[in-house]
């Protein structure tokens, strides 16, 4: 900044703050990425995403773009009807239903978890996603065809057939 006076200094400070918040918020291509919790869509039916033990992201595409859900069993039904649906690339990321309990919390690799029935969800799939076994627990391969095979619960008012 030398030859610069004050005046050019200053000027220049906008600018530099706004670039560097940007870098903060870019997206690695790669993992979850951060949730305005009460602030963004369920992209299958239009909820606020707002309870970080039910939500879940899906990345995949030719672009690699990322998806929220308000419900993990919304996540399944959406991606089940996604071109890249079976492609190893896809990411699929669930909330720790334990977060909040003290045992968890955070983002677990959808297809390396365990889901157990019974935990109220958002959009009433009832399922939450656990990163251990435990008794009674589905491993994704079998929730995922529980969840496909009940559909959308009542509750859940589909926004769009339209990914």
């Not at 991606?79 to 239903?97: C, H, I, M, N, Y």
């Not at 019974?118 to 969840?147: C, E």
């Amino acid at each position: 900044m030398c030859g610069m006076n004050r005046r050019q200094v200053l000027g220049l400070l906008p600018g530099l703050a706004a670039a560097v918040s940007l870098g903060g918020c870019s997206d690695k291509g790669t993992g979850p990425v951060e949730v305005r919790w009460g602030k963004e869509n369920c992209a299958y039916c239009g909820m606020i995403v707002d309870d970080p033990r039910f939500a879940a992201q899906i990345r995949g595409g030719e672009k690699r773009k990322v998806w929220k859900f308000d419900d993990i069993g919304d996540a399944v039904l959406w991606l089940a009807k996604q071109s890249f649906r079976d492609d190893p690339a896809t990411e699929f990321w669930v909330g720790d239903s334990d977060a909040g309990s003290g045992k968890g919390g955070g983002w677990i690799d959808a297809k390396a978890s365990w889901y157990l029935e019974g935990r109220k969800s958002p959009m009433a799939h009832n399922f939450g996603a656990v990163p251990d076994q435990r008794p009674g627990a589905l491993d994704y391969v079998a929730w995922t065809k529980t969840i496909q095979g009940r559909g959308a619960p009542s509750e859940c008012v589909v926004k769009s057939e339209e990914s």
